[in-house]
């Protein structure tokens, strides 16, 4: 399946953005999606990930100010992310595989097709 992310920009701290992640070349209904981000000089953290069942799961750092959501009829998966802070500025992939085992939603080596990045720059 091939990704595309898309939504980043430039915002002031407080504001909001929503990410897209559009897939094509196969449906998407049954992979669990993730978003992951990196920043300058930093290893790329997860943020969050919905799964088939749409069951959703969240790093901390974002828990409360972002929610990950999809429509499988569209074969997209978006990423709401409000209340944005300087640090979450960042280039944000999505990632997506079919065989993500619960335990690890959280590891970027569970998925094996990756969009590209989307730049988001939070400024205070």
């Known amino acids: 399946v091939q990704l595309q992310a898309s939504g980043g920009g430039s915002v002031q701290a407080g504001r909001s953005l929503r990410l897209s992640c559009a897939a094509s070349?196969?449906?998407?209904?049954?992979?669990?999606v993730a978003w992951f981000r990196q920043a300058p000089g930093k290893e790329r953290e997860f943020i969050a990930a919905?799964?088939?069942?749409?069951?959703?799961h969240y790093a901390d750092s974002v828990k409360g100010r972002f929610t990950i959501s999809r429509t499988n009829a569209k074969d997209t998966v978006y990423l709401q992310m409000n209340s944005l802070k300087p640090e979450d500025t960042a280039v944000y992939y999505c990632?997506?595989?079919?065989?993500?085992?619960?335990?690890?939603?959280?590891?970027?080596?569970?998925?094996?097709?990756w969009g590209r990045g989307t730049l988001v720059t939070v400024s205070s």
């Open positions: 070349g196969r449906t998407f209904s049954r992979y669990t």
């Open positions: 919905i799964r088939y069942s749409g069951s959703t």
């Open positions: 990632a997506a595989d079919p065989n993500v085992i619960l335990s690890a939603v959280s590891m970027d080596q569970s998925y094996h097709s």
